[in-house]
């Protein structure tokens, strides 16, 4: 099984930064993508950002958020710039791969969540 550990979040003020990270660990063949997603209070969870082959983004966080890949720590960071009231979340990061060889499809692994919390 592949495990996610997520690190980074935190309470901030409208217009500050945080960065987050998360590394992968446990039995890892292969990752294909690594990611963020954010759900918020009565919302459904939502990507924000991506990197396989691309990078992707959500709309509402271009120009503000960029992430980040090391694939051979299989880790992925999300630097979050100019952040805004609506940013807070439970932040997840999110792997596509598979733990072992022999495994058939690609399966998605999901971290536990950081909390991100923007406000005065």
């Known amino acids: 099984q592949v495990q996610l550990v997520e690190s980074g979040g935190g309470l901030v003020q409208p217009g500050g930064s945080l960065r987050l990270s998360c590394a992968a660990s446990?039995?890892?063949?292969?990752?294909?993508?690594m990611g963020w997603y954010r759900q918020a209070p009565g919302k459904q969870r939502e990507l924000v950002a991506s990197?396989?082959?691309?990078?992707d983004y959500a709309d509402s966080v271009k120009g503000r958020f960029t992430i980040s890949r090391d694939s051979a720590r299989n880790t992925v960071y999300l630097q979050m710039n100019s952040l805004k009231p609506e940013d807070t979340a439970v932040y997840y990061c999110?792997?596509?791969?598979?733990?072992?060889?022999?495994?058939?499809?690609?399966?998605?692994?999901w971290g536990q969540g950081t909390q991100v919390t923007v406000s005065s």
């Open positions: 999110n792997a596509v791969g598979k733990s072992r060889r022999s495994q058939p499809f690609q399966y998605h692994y």
């Open positions: 446990g039995s890892i063949f292969s990752i294909s993508v």
């Open positions: 990197s396989g082959t691309d990078r």
